[in-house]
Nanobody, 122 residues
Framework: QVQLVESGGGLVQAGGSLSVSCAAS????????MAWFRQAPGKERESVAA????????LYADSVKGRFTISRDNAKNTVYLQMNNLKPEDTAVYYC???????????????WGQGTQVTVSS
């Protein structure tokens, strides 16, 4: 089974940029579709972006389209989320997840990381 570890979160001012990474161990990521979700205090976990196993297809939530970019490097067993023009409402714990197919639906994803905090100050 694959294990996922996120890194790269932190504090950034509104309008700034941040990149978070998700490194896998135990099994190659190339068999999985990958996604980023986020959860703000008092809110449900929501999908942010997803990428197919090959990287040829991506999906984005409307709230981040044009600002966030998901990518992957299967040789490095790592998935990335580049976040630009960050807004205070992007503040959340960001989780990566692995699943059998490309989807923005939470229940499709079977393996989750522990999350990394992203805080955007106004």
């Amino acid at each position: 089974q694959v294990q996922l570890v996120e890194s790269g979160g932190g504090l950034v001012q509104a309008g700034g940029s941040l990149s978070v990474s998700c490194a896998a161990s135990g099994r190659t990521l190339s068999s999985y579709a990958m996604a980023w979700f986020r959860q703000a205090p008092g809110k449900e976990r929501e999908s942010v972006a997803a990428i197919s196993w090959s990287g040829s297809s991506t999906l984005y939530a409307d709230s981040v389209k044009g600002r966030f970019t998901i990518s992957r490097d299967n040789a490095k067993n790592t998935v990335y989320l580049q976040m630009n023009n960050l807004k205070p409402e992007d503040t959340a714990v960001y989780y990566c997840a692995a699943g059998p197919r490309l989807s923005m639906v939470k229940r499709v994803y079977v393996t989750w990381g522990q999350g990394t905090q992203v805080t955007v100050s106004s």
